[in-house]
């Protein structure tokens, strides 16, 4: 008898418990939207523009750094860890 006073009353609390939820808003979430094919090529093609531009730049400091005359040691390790880079 007491088990089951104690089993019913935990029914109430909980069924209590999930109607307040609910009626705070604090329900179950709706799920996230599945990410869809359009949206991943378009993050693909996003990282492969940035990919690309910083492999232009990577390029442009090699020009700049290396095609010049070099006279110092200076002027050599900063050429060749530009071309490192690139």
């Given at each position: 008898?007491?088990?089951?006073k104690?089993?019913?009353s935990?029914?109430?609390?909980?069924?209590?418990?999930?109607?307040?939820?609910?009626?705070?808003?604090?329900?179950?979430?709706?799920?996230?939207?599945?990410?869809?094919?359009?949206?991943?090529?378009?993050?693909?093609?996003?990282?492969?523009?940035?990919?690309?531009?910083?492999?232009h730049?990577?390029?442009?400091?090699?020009?700049?750094?290396?095609?010049?005359?070099?006279?110092?040691?200076?002027?050599i390790e900063?050429?060749?860890?530009a071309?490192r880079?690139?």
């Amino acid at each position: 008898m007491e088990l089951s006073k104690i089993v019913a009353s935990l029914a109430i609390i909980l069924g209590a418990a999930l109607a307040t939820g609910h009626a705070r808003g604090d329900g179950p979430l709706m799920p996230p939207a599945r990410e869809t094919m359009q949206d991943r090529l378009l993050a693909r093609e996003a990282m492969q523009r940035a990919a690309l531009q910083e492999h232009h730049r990577r390029k442009e400091d090699v020009v700049r750094l290396c095609n010049r005359p070099l006279n110092s040691p200076a002027d050599i390790e900063a050429c060749r860890v530009a071309y490192r880079k690139l």
